[in-house]
């Protein structure tokens, strides 16, 4: 590719119409050849790089700094086809509203790529925890991501990577699963990512609901999480509705920690609570104040230690967390990740307590929840692996 090279409009002009691209295989054909003459045309030798700065198939096209709107995402377009098309990997996808292919994995400037090989040049090993929130774009993602930084065109560059967690508890968000049989581009090439990993460790013993006295507890936790709870268990749970709960009992979980499915009721139980205090929001000075300006050049500055309300906190945000006493809103959605989270927070069922109660046509709709027979399958491929020699 001649480094004199000028984009200019004639490129848009002679690039066939993108309508079809995601549904008609024809159409798709005919953009991705238009592309790929187009790739030839400016770098007829793919093996002639001068950088490797996203991808090892590819060079990149420099931003002019006068270009227009149309003209910066066409190069983005190229490049894309460049790092991708020629290793088999197709990331982009049709955007109805803008008419412009794009992906979700999201480049990185010279300037950038250098200071994170800079920052992770000691790297060996990469630890990913809670990776049922993990999905497959993501997965995908990260292993593009570690190719850029490391040079190296391998799965993560080359560096180790450990997966940690328990896929029984919430599923990512706006994403695919990695169990997940259906997919998009970037989550089909997340799913290659993860069908790499050829080693599991199985760690089955539970600490956080240990002990005998807890042994019911953790047992109906674990029907929950299969979608298999008994009306025996759905009791078990009733036991801690708060509406029947002793005086004394309730007064221990006044100050407790409340969780709920939606960021909505989480935020409006915070709001009553400082209501309730009746007095004023304290004004604390930060003391690392930071001034910065946005894409847009607003100056922007910080002159308070960015504290949250935590009366409540989402069901999300206490995934990995052992909490002393919660009282649970496991909401109406039939999600079983959620309702497994929700009640498994505890050490001690007699620290939990339920605000409203769900009742036990909720707990059989979780059986039928979309994604279970998948999960299960994994996780059945996950135990056979763990019984694998290791090398």
């Not at 002009?13 to 030839?40: H, Q, W």
């Not at 377009?77 to 794009?102: A, E, F």
């Not at 990512?172 to 989550?187: D, T």
């Not at 047992?219 to 299969?226: E, K, M, Q, T, V």
């Amino acid at each position: 590719m001649a480094e004199s090279w000028k984009w200019t409009h004639s490129w848009l002009n002679n690039a066939p119409s993108l309508t079809g691209f995601a549904t008609d295989p024809t159409a798709k054909a005919r953009i991705m050849e238009y592309f790929d003459k187009l790739v030839c045309a400016m770098n007829p030798d793919p093996s002639n790089i001068s950088h490797v700065q996203f991808h090892p198939c590819a060079r990149n096209v420099t931003l002019e700094d006068n270009m227009d709107d149309d003209d910066a995402n066409y190069v983005n377009l190229v490049n894309w086809v460049m790092r991708h098309s020629r290793c088999g990997i197709n990331c982009l996808h049709y955007h109805k509203t803008t008419k412009q292919m794009r992906t979700t994995y999201k480049p990185i400037t010279r300037e950038q790529c250098r200071k994170m090989q800079d920052d992770f040049k000691d790297t060996k090993l990469i630890i990913i925890d809670e990776y049922s929130m993990l999905g497959r774009s993501m997965i995908a993602t990260v292993d593009l991501r570690c190719r850029d930084i490391f040079g190296v065109d391998q799965p993560f560059g080359g560096v180790y990577v450990v997966l940690v967690g328990d896929m029984r508890q919430l599923p990512p968000v706006f994403n695919s699963p990695l169990y997940s049989k259906n997919w998009n581009h970037m989550q089909q090439c997340g799913g290659i990512t993860y069908a790499g990993f050829e080693h599991c460790v199985k760690l089955s013993r539970i600490f956080r609901q240990a002990g005998d006295e807890q042994a019911p507890f953790r047992d109906a936790l674990g029907r929950l999480s299969s979608g298999t709870c008994t009306f025996d268990d759905w009791k078990l749970f009733k036991t801690r509705d708060c509406s029947i709960l002793r005086n004394e009992e309730k007064e221990e979980f006044r100050h407790a920690l409340h969780l709920f499915p939606t960021i909505i009721a989480t935020n409006e139980h915070n709001r009553t609570r400082l209501i309730e205090l009746e007095k004023p929001v304290e004004r604390i000075p930060s003391t690392n104040n930071l001034s910065w300006k946005t894409s847009s050049g607003t100056t922007c500055q910080r002159t308070q230690l960015p504290l949250l309300l935590c009366w409540a906190i989402t069901v999300h945000k206490s995934q990995g967390l052992t909490l002393d006493r919660v009282i649970g809103d496991a909401g109406d959605r039939k999600s079983l990740g959620l309702t497994f989270v929700a009640l498994s927070r505890t050490r001690k069922l007699s620290d939990l307590a339920f605000k409203p109660m769900f009742t036990f046509e909720r707990l059989q709709k979780l059986g039928k929840c979309a994604g279970l027979n998948s999960r299960m399958e994994e996780e059945e491929c996950l135990r056979l692996m763990s019984l694998l020699p290791k090398d």
